[in-house]
């Protein structure tokens, strides 16, 4: 199954926006990647989606509780059986 296929089938959505492919693309290739996206540019789905095709932890530092309180009911609203949660003050 590639990247595009895996995004429809788990997110709905039928294409990456501008750079998303690029940054999941290295980052599943073992590549130091810096990735620098707009504000609604989809900085979310790059590390949510890889880490749900990679084995292991995936630990994500984010200011913004609500914010991190949204990305775990989206991936429990989606259905994918792995723990997932996050810590705040």
Request: aromatic fraction near 8%.
């Amino acid at each position: 199954m590639g990247l595009k296929d895996f995004l429809l089938q788990a997110y709905g959505h039928k294409a990456f926006k501008d750079g998303q492919f690029r940054i999941i693309e290295r980052v599943l290739g073992k590549e130091n990647t810096l990735g620098l996206l707009p504000t609604g540019g989809g900085k979310s789905l790059c590390f949510q989606l890889t880490s749900l095709l990679r084995y292991g932890t995936t630990i994500v530092v984010c200011p913004i509780i609500s914010l991190m309180r949204d990305h775990k009911e989206e991936l429990d609203q989606l259905g994918f059986n792995r723990r997932v949660g996050f810590i705040s003050s």
